[in-house]
């Protein structure tokens, strides 16, 4: 089996188009994961029993179960309760609300990490919770886990490929389709690999830049 | 129970700002030089007019089944400077965490003036306080902690103007203002933009003062506060607060190990043991002919290291 590279320059066009849709999903579905993943950490501290449990659970739930039948339940069981979805946008909110359970616990052990000298102090200028959430907690706690987000932007794009149950023409289903029309599977699977790990280096280096930078001060 | 004949009036924090600039100015003196970092303490910027006096009624603090303060009664004046020593674990620094409402009070009255903090009325009852409650009685009392507490996040101007801004509702230029003197009167007016971990320990632990003061408390608790600094650092915090302490109407609560400080900026001196009081009188009695043996035992061990 030799490698074709008249067949490989074909199919790259086409293949980056499928790594863009792969990468705006990524990013799209990590916002959702930082945004919701906060919320979820914010709302397991209420005082209300019910509203800490309920979220508690939930998560859990979400965390343990795969990502494809999450992926297979919102984009085939919700349109039969009237609410559909185009694959794109149940991807992406599916990879966003199944990560935000794992940044949820990340803002968690920062914020449980912030020293409790810096709650006591709040309290002695009387601070109200809002501010002291705002002003003091949440910015020293994000801050020390800005690295550990970071690596979750990599583990949720190496995951990115499994919307392609979904009918997502995200990078891989487009290489699987290429490779089913022709019967040569060696090249566009191998370009797909090697385009995860260009991205992933890419992005390794950016994480590790951040790390530094919010390490040192 | 009636409330301590403690109070003086209402309390008027405007007394302070334009009353006292004629005393303020000659302050600039002896013990100025000793910490070589005291620039000397303007006393307009320092909390003046009535400050309510405390008084503990039957107080009971537990922790799990360790019974820290046992009915614990006692009363500090409006305006008093009060020490407590004593052994660690004793109960000094849980007076000051109560007073703070950094601990729940679990049985018997806190005054400060004439309101209870820990309780509010309703009718003629007395039910536990609410937060708003709380929120109240917190604008009177200050505190300055061991290890300082500065937000690290915020550079020290911010540090100094966050509370002031937020929770007294002053305008940004006023409380810019307000952080200026009293940096200046800290001796760390060029330090308004660094941040704490810029900072020595000595440097954060007067920002930290300031920014105590910069909420215009009446009571100000300070709890081992120079026992975080390295040894060259602690007497010019301890100037610092001598000056402080001298030139404000505040009550003051202090716990320290610092047998010289304590004797010099105290009033009276609580020796505690077991969450009891064992024996209080001003300081010189206290420090010169102690008449309990265990306040004997403790100050030589003390004095001893």
């Known amino acids: 089996m030799d490698w074709n590279w008249d067949f490989t320059w074909e199919i790259l066009p086409e293949l980056l188009e499928g790594l863009r849709t792969t990468v705006i999903a990524t ?32 998560t859990e739930f979400i965390r343990s179960t795969p990502l494809i039948p999450q992926l297979f339940f919102v984009f085939y069981v919700l349109p039969s309760w009237g609410l559909t979805i185009g694959p794109l946008t149940a991807g992406i909110i599916t990879l966003g609300i199944h990560y935000s359970t794992y940044t949820a616990e990340v803002y968690r052990a920062g914020i449980a990490d912030v020293p409790k000298g810096q709650w006591e102090a709040c309290t002695a200028i009387n601070l109200p919770r809002s501010r002291v959430w705002l002003d003091v907690i949440l910015p020293q706690a994000i801050r020390r886990v800005i ?32 490779g089913g029309r022709t019967y040569q599977y060696l090249e566009p699977i191998t370009v797909v690999g090697v385009l995860f790990v260009v991205v992933s280096v890419i992005s390794s280096i950016l994480v590790r830049r951040l790390e530094r930078r919010y390490a040192t001060t | 129970m009636p409330p301590p004949d403690t109070t003086a009036g209402s309390p008027t924090p405007e007394e302070s700002g334009g009353a006292s600039t004629g005393e303020g100015v000659s302050t600039q003196k002896s013990d100025v030089a000793k910490g ?48 407590l020593i004593g052994p660690s674990g004793s109960g000094k620094t849980t007076i000051l965490r109560l007073l703070m409402t950094l601990e729940k009070l679990d049985d018997g009255l806190i005054w400060i003036g004439d309101e209870t903090l820990w309780h509010m009325k309703r009718g003629d009852k007395r039910v536990p306080a609410n937060q708003k409650h ?9 505190m300055v902690f061991q290890q300082f507490n500065l937000f690290p996040n915020m550079n020290v101007l911010r540090n100094l103007t966050e509370g002031p801004v937020r929770v007294l509702g002053l305008s940004k230029d006023e409380a810019v203002e307000r952080a200026r003197g009293l940096l200046d009167m800290v001796g760390l007016a060029d330090k308004i933009d660094a941040h704490p971990s810029q900072l020595s320990g000595g440097q954060q632990q007067r920002v930290a003062i300031a920014r105590a003061l910069a909420m215009q408390p009446k009571v100000l608790l300070l709890d081992e506060v120079t026992s975080a600094l390295d040894p060259e650092l602690v007497v010019g915090v301890q100037d610092l607060l001598r000056d402080i302490a001298r030139q404000s109407d505040l009550t003051l609560l202090c716990v320290t190990h610092e047998m010289t400080f304590a004797r010099d900026i105290s009033d009276r001196v609580l020796m505690f043991d077991q969450g009891q009081i064992v024996e209080e009188g001003p300081p010189d009695q206290i420090f010169g002919e102690p008449s309990e043996q265990r306040t004997r035992d403790f100050l030589q061990a003390v004095l001893a290291t």
């Open chain 1, 27 to 58: 990013l799209c579905g990590y916002v959702i994961a930082l945004v919701l993943g906060l919320v979820w950490t914010l709302l397991r501290r209420s005082p209300s029993r019910i509203l800490n449990q309920t979220v508690r659970w939930v």
């Open chain 2, 36 to 83: 070589g970092a005291t620039k000397g303490v303007a006393a307009t910027e320092l909390p003046r007019g009535a400050a309510p006096g405390i008084r503990f009624e039957k107080v009971v603090k537990r922790f799990g089944h360790n019974v820290v303060l046992r009915e614990l009664d006692f009363t500090v004046g409006p305006g008093e400077r009060v020490t």
């Open chain 1, 147 to 178: 690295p550990t987000l970071g690596n979750y932007l990599i583990a949720m794009f190496k995951d990115s490929p499994m919307l392609l149950v979904i009918n997502v023409s995200e990078v891989l289903l487009v290489a699987y389709q290429e």
């Open chain 2, 134 to 142: 709380l929120h109240e009685m917190r604008k009177q009392v200050g």
